[in-house]
């Protein structure tokens, strides 16, 4: 398996546009969750999908973010219009719904700067 | 709820020396405890997990960790330090419900040659 994939590794916008991440998570895992990181704030947790469904998104900073699953094999993290505090790293993450423990499968994450 | 510390946001070591990294959880319930690694611009990888079996627990390139319910810790070591050891490393607890993982603040370790 190739693991979790995620695109693009890095993005670099302007102020006030629109940037769309994506996530495949790993085939067969139930949950999928995006998270960011920053020096400031650490590892945050911004929503999670179980079974393509959103479950939790009480960590999404704004109304300027959002999350889609459309299927079992794709997500998007979208954030519009992005400001210059959105720049960090955001990672995709998947585990397998029945899985005990529950370990998390991470991405290589997008570096995203917003100039 | 549940929830991880780290002690130290920093630790130093020389190459073959012990490194000694400091988890202390808090949960309700019995715990699952993991350690993952971060190596630089990469995601977190799991180095090892705790799930109520043996206290002692090894996990890849030579790290263990040891539960120790009285302590609420669960402090990662490795008997001799490799300078390919050097990375950022976090702690986490969980219930065991896919929904609330908790993710320590992370430690970055630093091996000197």
């Known amino acids: 398996d190739a693991g979790v994939i995620q695109s693009p590794r890095h993005e670099v916008t302007e102020m006030g546009q629109e940037v769309t991440l994506r996530c495949k998570p790993i085939s067969g895992h139930d949950y999928l969750f995006w998270y960011r990181q920053t020096m400031m704030r650490g590892l945050e947790l911004l929503i999670y999908f179980n079974n393509n469904v959103p479950i939790d998104d009480s960590g999404m900073p704004e109304d300027r973010f959002s999350a889609k699953m459309p299927n079992a094999s794709f997500s998007t993290l979208k954030i519009q219009p992005s400001e210059p505090r959105d720049s960090a790293v955001y990672f995709c993450a998947s585990s397998p719904g029945l899985a005990i423990p529950n370990e998390q499968f991470f991405g290589p994450g997008t570096r995203l700067t917003v100039l | 709820a549940q929830s991880v510390t780290q002690l130290g946001s920093h630790v130093s070591v020389s190459e073959g020396a012990l490194v000694l990294l400091r988890c202390n959880y808090s949960s309700s319930v019995p715990p699952y405890l993991f350690w993952y690694v971060q190596y630089p611009n990469q995601g977190l990888q799991l180095l090892l997990k705790?799930?109520?079996?043996?206290?002692l627990v090894k996990g890849i390139n030579g790290f263990e960790a040891e539960f120790k319910k009285s302590e609420t810790s669960f402090h990662l070591t490795k008997p001799s330090a490799h300078m390919s050891d050097a990375a950022e490393y976090f702690c986490a607890v969980s219930s065991g419900n896919n929904n609330d993982m908790r993710f320590g603040a992370g430690t970055r370790l630093t091996v000197k040659p």
């Open positions: 705790y799930t109520s079996a043996a206290t």
